[in-house]
C-alpha cells in the first residue's frame, strides 16, 4: 500500500463513494461535499490518500492558505478504514501531508482533535505537534 497524493482527474464516482463511507467512520453526522467542489481550483487542498488493491484504506486532508501571520496548513478529515487501524497508515498519510507543507513552504500546519480521540493525539504529538493553548470557536453557517 502506498499513500499518494490525489489529483482532481483521479476521481471518480466509485472513489467518491469510499470516500463518503470512509469519513462516516470519523463523524457520519456532518453532511459532505463532493469530491468535485473539493478540487475547485481556488482550493488550496492536499488530499493523502491510501488505497488496497481498489479498497479506500485512509485518507486525510489538508487545506493551504495565506494570512498576514504567514502561509499556513490546517489538517482535516484524516480516519483510517477501522480495517486497517494500528497498522502504522495514520502516520504515512500524516508524514504525507507534512512532506507537502514543506514544499510549499508552510510556516506552520495546525490541527484540532476530538479530546476522546486518544490514538490520533498520540500519534500528533509524536509528529511533534504541540497543543496551542487558545479556544476554538466556531459559527456555523
Known amino acids: ?16 463513494k469510499q470516500v463518503k463511507a470512509l469519513f462516516g467512520e470519523l463523524n457520519s453526522e456532518i453532511n459532505q461535499i463532493d469530491l468535485a467542489t473539493l478540487f475547485n481550483p481556488k482550493n488550496d487542498i492536499v488530499f493523502a490518500y491510501c488505497m488496497d488493491g481498489d479498497k479506500l484504506a485512509g485518507m486525510a486532508l489538508m487545506c493551504n492558505y495565506a494570512v498576514i501571520s504567514g ?44 479530546e476522546k480521540r486518544l ?19 466556531i459559527l456555523r453557517m
Request: proline letters at 0%; a positive charge.
Open 1 to 16: 500500500m502506498k499513500v499518494s497524493i490525489l489529483k482532481a482527474s483521479e476521481v471518480n464516482e466509485n472513489l467518491s
Open 119 to 137: 490514538a490520533a493525539i498520540s500519534l500528533y504529538k509524536s509528529l511533534d505537534f504541540k497543543q496551542k493553548h487558545s479556544g476554538l470557536y
Open 71 to 114: 502561509y499556513k496548513g490546517w489538517v482535516e478529515d484524516v480516519v483510517v478504514d477501522s480495517n486497517y487501524r494500528g497498522k502504522g497508515l495514520g502516520r504515512k498519510l500524516m508524514n504525507k501531508l507534512l512532506e507537502e507543507g514543506k514544499k510549499k513552504g508552510l510556516s506552520e500546519i495546525l490541527l484540532f482533535s476530538n
